[in-house]
């Protein structure tokens, strides 16, 4: 047996593959359309660190990071950096201001020349944004020309909203921490920060979710037209081939599918690659030049993929002793048995076992544990429905025609039933599992369980140089907005430097203060203390009426700042706090606009807390223009997005479009698999007709036929990813909140395809039972 | 032109698939309990002609009477129900539901006129003794021989006491001693429900076994008792 | 096998010298077993006699075989009777079967006919047989048997001529 044999051999085989027919094309597509969408999925997994890598690095590049320990004068090279981030929806846009300072100073990356006052140069998507319609709220805040666009050396995703504007006189604002002098942009030599640990569970899981249907499939695709297979190699043996020959013309067909696969798997990865561009998950995206395989692994990959087709044949054939005058399978398969069945997803529930409640905070999730047990479960699935099948259509009685034959059917191969839904099972049982912690995590990322959202739900913070009141004023005409409450807030403590004891000092007329504490009365001119609450021992220490206290009182380190002297007068009266706007109770002193001194203003912080009134459509959009009109420095904080479920809907339709490709995929080699079995009983269905069964009994046995094993399968697919969701949530401490739409329509596309492979592979079926079946010839 | 007495009747058949003219007024009849063989050479004719007669095909023209109705103004349903409760059917091979046990194959026909599985069963195990296979009744057709399962397949015919017995080649897989066999069970078991038989075969020897002979020759055929 | 039916139905075709018949039937049926003259002779004024065939001339010279015979209406017929009538079931009649095939396919009578006819015949036996069978003992049945097996194998030569029948007519009346 030498090599040139061998390549005969498979030669064969790959010609086997392409010429045999209608059939035969169509199967070597579906294969090659499955292992192609493997070969993708893996290419698109191995890109994954390359890609989260170059972010990090992109990120590092144009830090202008806030807390810096030194400061700098100044000088020919440094540049005023402020923060004047906002939001857009429930977006973030990235925005600085720049104010050189000098001829040398420092361009942040993908920035060519320094925007003037008035001008700003964008991020692409920033730029799509602001020009289209639904950017119009955006526009009127971010009125400045657009002078060029960002490069992408200077963003972390395609999908990045990110803005620089020049600036002026932003220097005050360093002691505010609202800006920052650098000489440089950029980070160097400072560590990769590790990803968060529950996107990267994120990423592994839909990975492994996506590829393992996958996976399922290209194990059953390799397997399509067995039976016409093995006629044709009978029929080679007949003509002299022998046993060894005949397995690698059967390998050499499998490879000829898988080799054609690797070329879509190439395709799609491209594409793929060009649509992750426009991909955002949890306002991630990236750049398709991130998306770089490592070329080892691609290499990996080539090889792998159409190693394990061909494995997976001859493993196939392992059980078959392809005679000259047919196939005879060796020996009646033995009863399956449950115990190793129900060790794979033990096991995988043992591996996933140790990591529950360690949450986000100390997530260290062990990545091979996480794949490793998520695979198991999943596996789980395709070794558990065999048995599962068998067991349930063993004890299935009699019912109608349809049904008997339909049972009978399944009894007699209930194996290849299994096989036929293993793909949409496991398809089905990840994509619950994924949506379920998909929506957890959701929650958690969104939910900002502390601010009473009732009351009051963004936050303005008022620049020092823009009077309270007329903020407060124009913000409350505002349209959307019901209510606002504005303050004036700072320490006050017993000495201006360095004090010993200090409490809060909320300013604020009588309707806002009502907010902080219950009031027994209140006018204006009237100071209310406020003890009692949790962690302040200090308000009846300074609560002595005739006390000399100082606002806002400085400390080593800190920035210098104007302190103002404050008498505690002698009507203080007491108050009992209330939970305020912030969701917690607030201690200290509680003043109205008339008991303060009128130069605090220099020493307190500034905020409007803003109610919006929920019907009101693009309120916070209004508010935030309202705000950006005060100053351009006004910062806005939304407590939290109201749009949340909007977001969640874009990832289950993501999720949901991609468990719909898979699932077609799988329907569509169901069909095939389907008509070749109707095919073969031709003969057999023609007769049935003749002695006058009716078609609908006949359809209906073939729609039981598929619908048994499915329904089974995902019985079996929903408790499995409910179990695997559940796990997963309690790894990320995250509440467990079972989604029941995502069960429901994930169960729905699975009896949807049923239902349309049925329907499909009707007229064939209607065509095959004409009495043509019934000629001898 | 109906001959007195006649169960099922037709004349100057026509059909054609396609090109291929498969009968070219060709004419039948049968009466009550009569065997009849159709014979001729492959090609003739023959299956279509028993195709037409059973009401599975529609001929183009022609006239085909059963039991004083016309086939060919009854829809498909009535068609069917027609084949399910008077004829019955036995054919060279692969009639018998693999997935079926041989008792359950039997009993499909009672079942499909909704007779509970229960009886159904218990008539076709009688039937499966009077052929001689009661002893096959849960096994399934893999496991038997060509010549039990046509056995089977004749009681399978049986078990709904057709009036007409339609027989394509019934041992035209077998040898000449399962075939013999097949015939005396087949031919008896009908006298003893005076079912007529139509039967296709090119064999003489099978042929032997009905009462009179009618020969299709390119899709015309010759009623042999006729002629002479 | 008939010589007398046999002569009759070549002089269908037209009226022939003895000697031209004797040379019809050696071509066409003879193959091993040529006829004498003595038995033209003998046959001829049989037919002669019955008023099957007459005398259409004689040649200079006189003799038998210079005389010229024609069929008769009732020669005619008497043909038509012969063909029409199956032969008894009974093993090695093929020659007969076949002179007669070959005589219907020479008068241009229906061929087909013949065969059918006498496959009706052949199965009306085979039923008798049959039915023998199923009532007698195993050396019933075997005897039978043979019997059923020779008459199949008769059958078996019908049904072959008969889809040979157009094959046949361009061989022998070219």
Not at chain 1, 431 to 452: C, K, P, S, W
Not at chain 1, 597 to 604: D, F, N, V
Request: hydrophobic residues 45%; proline residues 5%.
């Amino acid at each position: 047996m030498n090599a040139r044999q061998w390549a005969r051999d498979l030669a064969q085989g790959v010609r086997f593959a392409f010429t045999g027919g209608r059939e035969g094309w169509v199967r070597a597509v579906l294969t090659a359309v499955g292992v192609g969408l493997g070969v993708a999925l893996l290419l698109l997994t191995t890109a994954i660190p390359n890609a989260l890598a170059v972010r990090h690095d992109r990120e590092m590049a144009r830090s202008d990071d806030l807390v810096l320990d030194t400061r700098i004068p100044a000088a020919a090279d440094t540049v005023v950096v402020a923060h004047v981030d906002t939001e857009f929806g429930d977006t973030t846009v990235r925005g600085r201001a720049l104010e050189p300072e000098g001829p040398r100073a420092p361009l942040p990356p993908g920035v060519d020349r320094f925007p003037a006052v008035g001008e700003m140069v964008v991020s692409p998507a920033l730029k799509e944004v602001l020009e289209s319609d639904s950017g119009k709220l955006l526009r009127e805040r971010l009125p400045d020309r657009i002078v060029g666009t960002i490069g992408e050396s200077g963003l972390i995703g395609s999908a990045e909203l990110a803005f620089y504007r020049g600036g002026e006189d932003l220097a005050p604002y360093i002691d505010d921490a609202r800006a920052t002098r650098i000489d440089e942009f950029g980070f160097s030599g400072s560590p990769a920060e590790p990803l968060d640990p529950v996107l990267l569970l994120l990423v592994l899981v839909v990975f492994v979710v996506l590829l393992m249907p996958v996976a399922v499939f290209i194990a059953a695709a390799v397997r399509f037209g067995g039976e016409r297979r093995d006629r044709r190699l009978a029929a080679l043996r007949l003509v002299g081939a022998d046993g060894r020959m005949t397995r690698r013309i059967a390998a050499g067909e499998a490879l000829a599918g898988a080799v054609l696969g690797l070329v879509f798997g190439a395709v799609f990865f491209l594409i793929g690659r060009e649509v992750a561009g426009g991909v955002e998950v949890f306002h991630v995206s990236v750049f398709p030049s991130y998306l770089n395989p490592s070329p080892l692994l691609a290499l990996l990959v080539a090889v792998a993929v159409p190693a394990a087709a061909v494995l997976v044949t001859l493993l196939a054939l392992r059980g078959v002793v392809i005679e000259p005058l047919g196939v005879v399978r060796t020996a009646r398969p033995a009863r399956r048995r449950l115990w190793w069945r129900l060790l794979l997803p033990l096991a995988g529930l043992l591996m996933l076992y140790p990591m529950i409640g360690k949450g986000r905070g100390n997530g260290d999730f062990n990545q091979y544990l996480v794949v490793g047990g998520v695979v198991l479960l999943l596996v789980g699935v395709t070794a558990l429905l065999p048995w599962v099948v068998e067991a349930v259509v063993a004890r299935l009685g009699a019912g109608a025609v349809s049904w008997q034959l339909a049972v009978r059917r399944l009894q007699l191969s209930s194996g290849t039933a299994a096989r036929m839904v293993n793909g949409i099972a496991v398809a089905v049982a990840g994509a619950i599992a994924l949506q379920m912690l998909f929506a957890g995590v959701d929650d958690d990322y969104t939910r900002n369980t502390e601010h009473d959202l009732t009351r009051a739900q963004m936050q303005v913070d008022v620049v020092r140089t823009v009077p309270l009141e007329s903020a407060a004023e124009k913000l409350r005409r505002t349209e959307g907005v019901r209510a606002v409450y504005a303050y004036s807030e700072g320490m006050a403590g017993d000495r201006p430097k360095e004090p010993e004891s200090s409490t809060w000092v909320t300013a604020g007329d009588c309707a806002a203060l009502r907010e902080v504490a219950t009031l027994p009365s209140c006018r204006d001119g009237d100071v209310f203390a406020v003890p009692g609450v949790e962690y302040d021992t200090e308000t009846p220490k300074l609560a002595v009426p005739g006390r000399t206290l100082y606002l806002d009182p400085s400390y080593e380190g800190g920035p210098e700042r104007a302190t103002v002297a404050w008498r505690v007068p002698h009507g203080l009266k007491q108050a009992r706090a209330r939970t305020w706007l912030t969701g917690a109770e607030r201690g200290g002193f509680l003043i109205t606009p008339g008991a303060l001194p009128a130069e605090a203003g220099q020493a307190l912080f500034q905020e409007v807390y803003v109610a919006l009134d929920p019907s009101a459509r693009d309120a916070r959009e209004h508010v935030r223009n309202a705000a950006a009109a005060l100053h351009p420095m006004t910062n806005t904080t939304t407590w939290a997005a109201t749009e949340k479920s909007g977001r969640f809907t874009s990832i289950r339709t993501g999720l949901f479009a991609g468990a719909v490709c898979v699932l077609a995929l799988i329907g569509a080699s169901l069909l095939v698999s389907q008509l070749e079995q109707l095919r073969e009983r031709r003969k057999l269905l023609s007769s049935l007709v003749a002695f006058g069964t009716r078609r609908r009994t006949l359809s209906l046995s073939v729609l039981w036929q598929t619908a048994v094993p499915i329904a089974l399968g995902l019985l079996l697919a929903s408790a499995v990813g409910l179990t695997l969701g559940t796990v997963l949530l309690k790894m990320t401490d995250t509440p467990v909140r079972v989604d029941w739409t995502s069960v429901l329509s994930m169960t729905g596309i699975g009896a949807a395809v049923v239902l349309v492979v049925t329907l499909l592979s009707l007229p064939p079926l209607l065509r095959l039972m004409r009495p043509d079946g019934l000629r001898t010839e | 032109m109906t001959p007195p007495g006649s169960l099922l009747c037709a004349e100057r058949l026509h059909k054609a698939y396609g090109p291929t003219v498969a009968l070219d007024g060709a004419g039948f009849s049968i009466h009550p309990g009569e065997i009849v063989a159709v014979m001729g050479p492959s090609g003739s004719g023959k299956s279509t002609l028993l195709h037409c007669l059973a009401g599975i095909v529609t001929p183009d023209s022609g006239t085909i009477t059963y039991d004083g109705r016309e086939l060919s103004a009854m829809n498909d349903a009535q068609r069917s129900a027609l084949r399910r409760s008077e004829f019955g059917f036995v054919f060279q091979f692969g009639q018998l539901v693999p997935e079926l046990t041989c008792v359950e194959n039997v009993a499909l026909p009672l079942r499909l006129n909704g007779t509970p599985r229960k009886e159904a069963e218990r008539a076709a195990l009688s039937w499966l003794e009077r052929l001689e296979v009661d002893d096959l009744a849960k096994k399934r057709p893999g496991e038997v021989s060509g010549g039990q399962g046509q056995r089977v397949a004749v009681a399978r015919a049986l078990v709904t006491r057709p009036r007409v017995l339609f027989a394509d080649e019934p041992t035209g897989a077998l040898d000449s001693l399962n075939g013999e066999r097949v015939m005396e069970l087949l031919t008896e078991a009908a006298r003893a429900t005076s079912a007529a038989v139509v039967l296709v075969t090119h064999e003489a020897r099978v042929a032997a076994y009905s009462d009179r002979e009618i020969v299709v020759r390119d899709g015309r055929s010759r009623d042999m008792e006729h002629a002479i | 096998m008939s010589i007398g039916h046999t002569l009759l139905g070549l002089l269908e075709s037209g009226p022939r010298h003895g000697y031209d018949l004797k040379r019809a039937f050696d071509e066409k049926f003879g193959h091993d077993r040529p006829l004498h003259y003595g038995q033209v002779y003998s046959t001829m004024s049989r037919l002669l006699k019955n008023g099957l065939v007459e005398v259409d001339g004689i040649e200079a010279g006189g003799g038998p075989e210079r005389k010229r015979y024609a069929i008769t209406d009732a020669g005619i017929t008497d043909v038509e009777q012969w063909l029409a009538t199956p032969e008894k079931p009974e093993p090695y009649l093929q020659s007969t079967l076949y002179t007669k095939v070959v005589l219907a396919l020479l008068t241009r009578r229906d061929a087909a006919e013949i065969l059918d006819t006498q496959r009706s015949e052949h199965l009306r036996s085979m039923r008798i047989l049959t039915d023998r069978k199923r009532k007698g003992d195993l050396a019933d049945q075997l005897i039978c048997d043979h019997a059923l097996f020779h008459l199949e194998a008769d059958l078996r030569w019908l049904e072959l001529t008969a889809a040979r029948l157009d094959k046949l007519r361009e061989a022998v009346t070219r």
